[in-house]
Each structure stands twice: as C-alpha cells, then as structure tokens.
C-alpha cells in the first residue's frame, strides 16, 4: 500500500510541470514606438516559441514592418496593437517603421534576433 502511494507522488510530481506549461500563456513583448525609434529596438526571441508583440505609439501614427515573416500592423496612438508571432526561422531580421512619420522616419527601425531553441 505504501508503495502506491509513493507512485502516486511519483506521478503528480512529473505531470504538475507538464500541466503548467501547457497552460502558460504567451509572453507579452511591449514595443513602444515614437519619433524616431521603436523601444526596444533589439528583441531576442526563440525559435519557435509564440510571443505577442505589443505595440503602443506615443506620438503619431507609426508601422510596424517585418518582411521575413510577412508581419505588418498600423500603430495608432492612444491604442494598443497585439499580434501573435512565432518566428520558424533563427537569425537577426529587420524591422522598420512602415508609415512616413517625419524627417528621421528611414532610421525608424529594429532588430528582431531569433535563436535556435
Ligand atoms: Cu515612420
């Protein structure tokens, strides 16, 4: 009898971790973009794991343009934008603001480094 209870630990002990990671939520990655820059400008992601992506403009109308993976939004001010992103592919992509914001607006750009999980 002992010892089926010592299985039964046994088993809870291995399945809780599963459990928690299968329910975790994405991470949240905040991007606040404003004349002339995005903030962070270097995010460092994996392979593989889904993130979301939150922009938030403080100023004007901003884009968000990341061509390697067709990823595309309008940043509005006084609005919270959210997309969903899982990079397939490791490496250091650029992203760059897609909405003419000014004179500094072709220097309005980041890097998004994807590394193999
Ligand atoms: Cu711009």
Redesign the pocket.
Known sequence: MKAYWHKCLLCLLLLTPLAATANAEPTVIVIKASKFLFQPAKIELKKGQTVILEFTSSDRL??FSLPDFALQADIEPGKTTRISFTPDKAGTFVFR?S???GDG?ED?AGEIVVKDS
Do not use: E
């Open positions: 901003h884009g603001c909405v003419f914001c607006h309005m």
